[in-house]
């Protein structure tokens, strides 16, 4: 017999619909039971499918350890949403999770959750942009001032001064506001190079675009950015 809470994520699922009009996608309880947490993490994602396909909880509950984090943080960069990013990383799993019985592996697993996450939030990104809802964004690790490569976060670094965190602040949201205003296609390509690091041809499989094309969309992406800012 399946544990309480592979039952109770199957039952989610089940019953799941979402609608961008309401945040009533399935949450999972991505929280990683300690027992299984070493044997599954050596695991291939392969691996972990083959095993979630015989209704191993453990299994599941380790690819979505594996993954959550960057899904959120893909979305987020297209989205400058928290709220949003998470709806949209947690309708991406429910959608992983009902077609998982279809994949075959022709391409790695990544690659096609990933794709799966950017349709989501661009598809969100559609519905906020038709009703006007404000982006927050945090910037990357190549558009800080100092030069330093850290990543900027959402709370400012306290080695700073209280006027030094305000200019930075200050900086962080111009950039945001003109990140926000560029084309969705080369911010997506952007987001995916400068803040996750995906190499051209990750990113060109995710998009579903050429190798040139993903080039040509973040170079332009920079370009405008440093215009823009004055960088």
Not at 93 to 104: M, N, Q, S
Not at 131 to 147: C, F, M, Q, T
Not at 183 to 195: D, H, K, Q
Request: with cysteine; hydrophobic share 40%.
């Amino acid at each position: 017999m399946k544990t309480e809470t592979f039952a109770h994520t199957k039952k989610q699922d089940a019953s799941a619909t979402s609608t961008w009009g309401a945040a009533d996608a399935v949450e999972f309880d991505t929280t990683p039971a300690v027992e299984s947490m070493p044997a599954y993490e050596s695991l291939s994602d392969t691996e972990l499918i083959r095993l979630i396909k015989t209704e191993d909880e453990f299994a599941w509950e380790s690819l979505m350890t594996r993954h959550s984090s960057k899904a959120f943080q893909i979305a987020y960069g297209i989205l400058g949403q928290w709220n949003d990013a998470e709806e949209v990383a947690q309708d991406a799993f429910v959608r992983v999770y009902r077609a998982l019985d279809g994949f075959r592996g022709d391409a790695q697993f990544s690659t096609w959750f990933y794709r799966i996450v950017v349709n989501q939030a661009r598809n969100k990104y559609r519905w906020n942009k038709r009703r006007h809802v404000a982006k927050h964004y945090s910037i990357n690790e190549e558009l800080d001032p100092n030069g330093t490569g850290a990543m900027a976060r959402d709370l400012p670094d306290k080695s700073k001064g209280p006027a030094e965190q305000l200019m930075f602040r200050e900086w962080e949201s111009e950039v945001a506001q003109e990140m926000s205003a560029l084309p969705s296609v080369n911010r997506e390509a952007l987001v995916l190079r400068n803040v996750h690091n995906f190499s051209y041809e990750q990113i060109a499989e995710v998009l579903g675009c050429k190798l040139g094309t993903v080039k040509s969309r973040i170079a332009r992406a920079r370009d405008e950015l440093r215009k823009r800012v004055g960088i």
